[in-house]
C-alpha cells in the first residue's frame, strides 16, 4: 500500500500526543504511515516545563491535570508512568478578598455551594450575598440559545457577591481571562445544562455531585508525576521511533497543491504531507494558513499573557505561616498577584524537607504590564503582597520567574461558533487538516491529550485507513 504522510505541527502535549497514537496505529494495525512533528523550538512539551534545582522541582507551566479527565492517566499508562503518578496533598484553601483571607466554603464546586452550613457561615459573604445567593432555589431558569458571559449567567442566577469574591477569583486562576468576557458554551456548558435541567445550579450539583463525608478529608483531585510534568513529555517523546521528532524546525506555511499539502519549513525546505495536524495556538495557525480568509475567523480571538514566580525559602524564614495550600485572589483586592500556590504542601515531594516553595502567579487582564518588569521587580511584587498576610523576612534562596506571553487563549463570548465556522470552512477548502490543542476544545491537559486523540481518529478516517 502506498505510503501515506502525516505531518504533526507543535510538540506540546497536544502534539505529542497525536504522534504517540498514530504510532501506536501504525504499529498495531501495520498502516502504512509516514509520521512526522515538527516543534520551531528547542523544547519539547510547550506549555509543559519543569526545571530542578537544590533538591526542588519547579513547574514553569502547569504543575498538575485533573485525574477526573481519563485521558492525561491514560496517556501515562501507556508511556509506563503510572507507577510514578502523584496526588496533590489537600489542605485548607483560601480567596483574598479586600486584602484577607477568607476559607473556601466547604463544599463549594467551582465556587456554588452545594452544603448550605459553610456557606451560611461564611466571611465572604453579607447576610444580603448569602439571600441573593439563595435565590438560585427558587429563580426559574433562563433558555436561551445564543451563547452568553460566565459573568452574567452566574450574576443571574447566585448574585454579584458570590461572582465577585468566589467564582470569578477561581475562574480567573484557570482561564486568566475576564468572568464577563469568558463564553459559558466553552467553559462550563455542564452549567447550563444543570439549570435547564434542575431549574437551580444548587440543586442540580447537590443531585450530580458526590458528597464528601463530613471529618473526612477531602479527595485529591490533581495528579502529577515524581519528577514532574516534564516527565510524561519525555516518557512520550522516547517512545517516538528517531527521526519522527524534529525540534527547532517551524513550520512557517501551508499550501494546498492538488491533494497534496507543502509544508515551507523555517530551513527553507518543503516538506509534503497528506494529513496535517496543526497541534500549535491559533495564531500559528492562523499564520500558517494566513492566505485562507476564513482564517481571519480568529482575529476576534486574544490571548493573555501570564508570569509567575516560584520562590524558595528556609521553613525558618517564615514568620507568621497559613495553615493551607493556597489562595486565588479577587479582582477588587489591591493585590497584583492573581494566586499562590503553597507548592511544599500541595506537592510535598516537589520540595526537601525543612524548606519551602512559594509560587505566584501575576498578569490580571487589566494588569498586563507587569509581565515586562524584570525578575527582581516581579519577585519583589510578589513578595510584598505576600507579606501583607503572612510575614516572610528573609529574601528567597532563589527564584524562577517565567512569562508566558499570549498564553492563555481566551474563549470569550461566541467561541465555539466562531470555531465551528473554522472548522467547517476547513473541511471543505483543507480536508485533511485538523486543528488540536489548548486554543480550540479546552486548555486543561486532559482536554489537550483528547484533541490529539481526536486528531487522529479524523486523519485515520480522512486516509480511509
Ligand atoms: P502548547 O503547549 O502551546 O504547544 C504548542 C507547541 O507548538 C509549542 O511547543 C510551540 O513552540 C509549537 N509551535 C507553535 N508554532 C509552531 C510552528 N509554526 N511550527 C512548529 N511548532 C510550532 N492546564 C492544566 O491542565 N493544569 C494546569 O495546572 C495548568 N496550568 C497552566 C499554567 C500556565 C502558566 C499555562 C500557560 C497553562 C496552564 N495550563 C494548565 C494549560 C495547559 O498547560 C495548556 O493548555 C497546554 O499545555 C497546551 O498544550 P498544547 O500542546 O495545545 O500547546
Redesign the pocket.
Given at each position: 500500500m502506498e505510503q501515506k504522510r502525516i505531518v504533526v505541527?507543535?510538540?506540546?502535549?497536544?502534539?505529542?500526543?497525536a504522534a504517540y497514537y498514530l504510532q501506536k496505529e501504525k504499529r498495531e494495525k501495520q498502516l502504512p504511515l509516514d509520521i512526522k512533528l515538527?516543534?520551531?523550538?528547542e523544547?519539547?512539551?510547550?506549555?509543559?516545563e519543569t526545571v530542578k534545582h537544590d533538591g526542588f522541582t519547579i513547574?514553569?507551566?502547569?504543575?498538575?491535570?485533573?485525574e477526573r479527565k481519563k485521558s492525561?492517566t491514560r496517556l501515562a499508562r501507556e508511556v509506563g508512568l503510572e507507577d510514578q503518578l502523584v496526588p496533590n496533598g489537600t489542605g485548607q484553601s483560601y480567596i483574598l478578598v479586600n486584602n484577607k483571607l477568607h476559607k473556601m466554603p466547604t463544599g463549594s464546586y467551582m465556587g456554588i455551594p452545594t452544603r448550605i452550613r459553610p456557606f451560611l457561615f461564611s466571611s465572604l459573604f453579607t447576610p444580603l450575598g448569602k439571600a441573593r445567593a439563595a435565590l438560585d432555589l427558587i429563580k426559574s431558569k433562563q433558555t436561551v440559545e445564543e451563547d452568553q458571559s460566565l459573568g452574567l449567567f452566574f450574576r443571574r442566577r447566585l448574585g454579584n457577591q458570590v461572582v465577585e469574591n468566589l467564582i470569578e477569583p477561581l475562574l480567573s486562576g484557570?482561564y486568566?481571562g475576564d468572568i464577563d468576557d469568558l463564553s459559558l458554551q466553552s467553559t462550563f456548558p455542564n452549567f447550563y445544562a444543570l439549570e435547564q435541567e434542575y431549574g437551580s445550579l444548587i440543586k442540580g450539583l447537590r443531585k450530580t455531585t458526590s458528597k464528601t463525608p463530613r471529618n473526612k478529608p477531602k479527595p485529591s483531585m490533581?495528579r502529577t508525576f515524581e519528577g514532574g510534568?516534564e516527565t510524561l513529555v519525555n516518557a512520550v517523546d522516547d517512545q517516538l521511533t528517531p527521526g519522527i521528532v524534529q525540534r527547532n524546525?517551524?513550520?512557517?506555511h501551508i499550501e494546498k497543491k492538488e491533494d497534496v499539502y507543502h509544508l515551507l519549513l523555517?530551513d527553507g525546505t518543503v516538506e509534503k504531507a497528506d494529513a496535517v495536524i496543526i497541534?500549535?495556538?491559533y495564531f500559528?495557525?492562523q499564520?500558517?494558513l494566513s492566505q485562507y480568509d476564513f482564517m481571519d475567523l480568529f482575529n476576534d480571538m486574544r490571548a493573555t499573557s501570564?508570569a509567575?514566580v516560584a520562590m524558595a525559602f528556609d521553613a525558618s524564614a517564615i514568620k507568621k505561616d497559613v495553615d493551607g495550600t493556597g489562595f486565588v485572589v479577587s479582582r477588587n483586592s489591591k493585590f497584583r498577584i492573581t494566586a499562590c500556590t503553597w507548592t511544599h504542601k500541595k506537592w510535598p515531594h516537589s520540595t526537601p524537607e525543612g524548606k519551602v516553595m512559594l509560587r505566584c502567579?501575576l498578569g490580571k487582564p487589566d494588569d498586563q504590564e507587569v509581565i515586562d518588569r524584570s525578575d527582581e521587580e516581579i519577585t519583589k511584587i510578589a513578595l510584598n503582597d505576600l507579606n501583607q498576610i503572612m510575614n516572610i523576612e528573609e529574601t528567597p534562596e532563589f527564584s524562577v520567574v517565567?512569562r508566558?506571553r499570549d498564553?492563555?487563549?481566551q474563549y470569550s463570548v461566541g467561541h465555539k461558533d466562531r470555531l465551528n465556522r473554522v472548522i467547517e470552512q476547513m473541511g471543505a477548502v483543507l480536508p485533511g487538516v485538523y486543528l488540536?490543542?489548548?486554543?480550540?476544545h479546552?486548555?486543561?491537559?486532559?482536554?489537550?491529550i483528547d484533541?490529539?486523540e481526536a486528531a487522529v481518529e479524523n486523519v485515520l478516517q480522512y486516509l480511509n485507513l
Open positions: 505541527v507543535g510538540g506540546g502535549i497536544s502534539g505529542l500526543t515538527f516543534e520551531e523550538s523544547h519539547l512539551g510547550g506549555k509543559i513547574e514553569r507551566g502547569p504543575d498538575s491535570f485533573l492525561a484557570i486568566a490533581f510534568l524546525t517551524g513550520v512557517d523555517s497541534a500549535a495556538p500559528a495557525a499564520r500558517m501570564v509567575n502567579y517565567t508566558w498564553s492563555m487563549p488540536a490543542g489548548g486554543s480550540y479546552g486548555i486543561g491537559l486532559p482536554d489537550c484533541q490529539g
